[in-house]
């Protein structure tokens, strides 16, 4: 029961603004554990417990009562260039921290564009932790071949969200996959393909997401090097200030498996005023 979880216990009391001693409290109590989670689910009568054959986002007609959908411009200022998502940007989930609008992924789309489009034609791109997808569209968009991925419960959402730029995007419409970061029966489907390149947006928020991070990028390596890319993975991070930290720690963690180059760094508001949030751009070998 994957919402029972403790980590995912406390993702949820964290987004909901508990301090760190409250959600302690609450933690070393089984009962207010217990309390809190079936509060949890009289209030959000969606959501369901099984990993299995359930999860939030599996009834999704009944889950876009609590999400937005919205336009989100990827062009230049003043264009109208944009993707169509659902997301939820009033947490009303709670949950899956996938669900929302993180202001990585929007500064990353608008660097994106700012290389343009003759960068990204026709590169395999695979991004990771998708969340709602935007990157991985707004890279679509620019010509890239995208694979999207994240965890189960997510799927239906990054489906819904290729569905509403299908018509748009045509036969560059992203793939969409499970893929669970440390569970290895997730990803024979997303690395049957090579990849030019690897994508994530504020994936570092965490300290607990770098090992199984590694992971999915040491294994995609070796995919990539017996296959047509000797030179290795290129991998481009983007973080908002939140997530900064993870980055640095991430950075030193791969040196200790990877020779890796920093190709460069740079701040959103370099490129665009609306963002001004750091992006990162590392390459692995």
Request: glycine share 8%.
């Amino acid at each position: 029961e994957i919402v029972r979880a403790p980590e995912r216990l406390v993702t949820i009391m964290t987004r909901l603004g508990y301090t760190p001693d409250q959600i302690e409290d609450i933690m070393e109590d089984q009962k207010k554990a217990d309390k809190f989670f079936n509060e949890m689910k009289r209030n959000r009568h969606w959501v369901l417990d099984s990993f299995s054959d359930k999860g939030i986002m599996r009834n999704f007609d009944r889950a876009k009562e609590f999400l937005v959908r919205s336009r989100v411009l990827t062009g230049p200022v003043g264009s109208s260039e944009g993707i169509e998502i659902y997301a939820d940007v009033r947490k009303a989930t709670g949950l899956y921290t996938g669900s929302g609008l993180w202001p990585g992924s929007l500064g990353f789309v608008h660097w994106a564009a700012s290389k343009g489009s003759k960068f990204w034609k026709d590169k395999r791109v695979l991004e990771v932790g998708s969340g709602v997808g935007l990157a991985g569209l707004a890279l679509a968009k620019l010509g890239a071949r995208v694979t999207l991925t994240d965890i189960r419960e997510l799927v239906p959402l990054l489906r819904e969200n290729v569905d509403l730029n299908r018509n748009e995007l045509g036969k560059l419409s992203p793939e969409v996959f499970e893929l669970h970061w440390g569970e290895e029966g997730t990803y024979e489907q997303p690395m049957a393909e090579t990849y030019d390149m690897v994508i994530g947006t504020d994936v570092t928020y965490s300290d607990e997401l770098i090992t199984p991070f590694l992971h999915v990028l040491s294994t995609l390596v070796f995919y990539s090097r017996i296959a047509r890319n000797p030179m290795g993975l290129t991998v481009y991070l983007a973080a908002s200030k939140s997530s900064q930290q993870g980055v640095e720690e991430f950075l030193q963690h791969a040196g200790l498996i990877f020779q890796y180059e920093l190709v460069e760094q740079v701040k959103s508001a370099e490129f665009s005023p609306r963002f001004p949030d750091k992006l990162k751009e590392s390459e692995t070998d």
